[in-house]
């Protein structure tokens, strides 16, 4: 009953039974621990060795000869509790997989300006009071119909009083704000420039995460994630923050 709930706690079969043991015998020696133990003389070491490493066995040298001690029963306490605090900190990563796998996860496809602009009118529509956050290389800067499509977003996220932050690529800022610079004074509009450059552009909104490629035929790749929203938003955060 007793070595079984050792066990419980971390133990070993044989660390169990040489710890059982040598509370029995008191101070011993490796002969008398063996023949009580039932652990064979070519492993008794290796299990005093770890015994010794979680506290549970003390050792001194009388003379020539190496006499070995079972610690306070109470030791196993401490252990328990380490083992208990340890566990306490790995609870986050393994809640945060638990969430992971439960999280309903897609990808949607949406190919050309109709597509993504009846994408952004239905994710604008049922983003309520939650803040739309976005990320723009703005390369694009020159070409008319990408400039024109954000001007009519823009106007779609006044229609329902929706706010958004907006990062823009440092290398595109001055230009950025010379198309835009009406926009400064609206409400619902924040934009900065970022101190680092992006690949293209991003928009994050509750769990989606959104990836746009505005080349010949425009493409904008929907992603359904909430560990993936919160690793783009979590960056978002950090990049809006001031130097």
Do not use: C
């Not at 133990?11 to 652990?39: F, H, W």
């Not at 949607?108 to 602009?117: K, T, V, Y």
């Not at 990320?135 to 119909?145: K, L, P, V, Y």
């Amino acid at each position: 009953m007793v070595a079984e709930l050792l066990k419980e706690i971390g133990l070993t079969e044989r660390e169990s039974k040489v710890y059982l043991s040598l509370l029995d015998l008191g101070r011993s020696t490796t002969g008398p621990l063996i023949k009580a133990s039932g652990v064979p003389n070519s492993k008794i070491y290796e299990i005093l060795s770890s015994l010794h490493k979680k506290g549970l066995v003390t050792w001194v040298i009388g003379g020539k000869t190496k006499f070995f001690e079972a610690a306070e029963p109470k030791t196993l306490l401490r252990l328990f509790d380490q083992k208990r605090r340890t566990l306490a900190n790995m609870l986050p990563e393994l809640e945060a997989r638990k969430s992971r796998a439960k999280s309903p996860q897609s990808v949607s496809l949406f190919e050309g300006f109709p597509a993504i602009r009846n994408l952004f009118i239905d994710l604008v529509s049922q983003a309520g009071n939650t803040t739309l956050y976005g990320i723009t290389t703005a390369d694009w800067i020159e070409n008319q119909m990408v400039g024109d499509f954000y001007s009519w977003y823009a106007n779609l996220k006044q229609e329902y009083n929706v706010t958004s932050r907006l990062l823009v690529s440092k290398k595109n800022w001055t230009a950025f704000k010379k198309r835009y610079h009406s926009m400064k004074a609206l409400p619902y509009w924040e934009a900065r420039p970022s101190r680092v450059s992006f690949p293209g552009d991003v928009g994050i909104t509750g769990d989606d995460v959104l990836i746009i490629n505005w080349d010949e035929v425009p493409t904008a790749i929907l992603i359904q994630s909430k560990w993936l929203a919160n690793q783009y938003m979590q960056f978002f955060k950090e990049a809006w923050s001031p130097s």
